[in-house]
Nanobody, 122 residues
Framework: VQLQAYGGGLVQAGGSLRLSCSDS????????MGWFRQAPGKEREFVAA????????YYADSVKGRFTISRDNAKNTVYLQMNSLKPEDTAVYYC????????????????WGQGTLVTVSS
C-alpha cells in the first residue's frame, strides 16, 4: 500500500473542499480506509473511516454532518468531502489504511499517506 493524499488548500469559512487519497498498490479494497488530521500544536486525531466495500462509515463528532467519506475501489481512491468548513478544521489531513474495522485509534492503521494541508480562513 502506497498512499498519496492531495486536494488540500486555502478556503474561507463556510466553504467546501474535497480531499482524495490514492493507492498505487493492488490491495486497496482489502483495507479499511481512514482520515486523520493534526492541527498546529495538537495531537493527530481521527476524522472518518470507511469499510472495505464502503457500506459502513464512521465519523468523529466534530465533523459529523459536515464531512463525508467515500471510496471508489475501481480507482483505488478514498475521498473526504468537507462542507461548512470552520477555522478549527485547519490541519494537515492524512489518509491511512487498516486491516480491521471498529477501532479508530491511529495505532490500528498500518499505512499512512504524507498528508495534505487544509487551511480555513475566518
Amino acid at each position: 500500500v502506497q498512499l498519496q493524499a492531495y486536494g488540500g488548500g486555502l478556503v474561507q469559512a463556510g466553504g467546501s473542499l474535497r480531499l482524495s487519497c490514492s493507492d498505487s498498490g493492488r490491495t486497496f479494497s482489502s483495507y479499511v480506509m481512514g482520515w486523520f488530521r493534526q492541527a498546529p500544536g495538537k495531537e493527530r486525531e481521527f476524522v472518518a473511516a470507511i469499510s472495505w466495500s464502503g457500506t459502513s462509515t464512521y465519523y468523529a463528532d466534530s465533523v459529523k454532518g459536515r464531512f463525508t467519506i467515500s471510496r471508489d475501489n475501481a480507482k483505488n481512491t478514498v475521498y473526504l468531502q468537507m462542507n461548512s468548513l470552520k477555522p478549527e478544521d485547519t490541519a494537515v489531513y492524512y489518509c491511512a489504511a487498516a486491516l480491521t474495522w471498529g477501532d479508530y485509534r491511529e495505532t490500528e492503521y498500518d499505512f499512512w499517506g504524507q498528508g495534505t494541508l487544509v487551511t480555513v480562513s475566518s
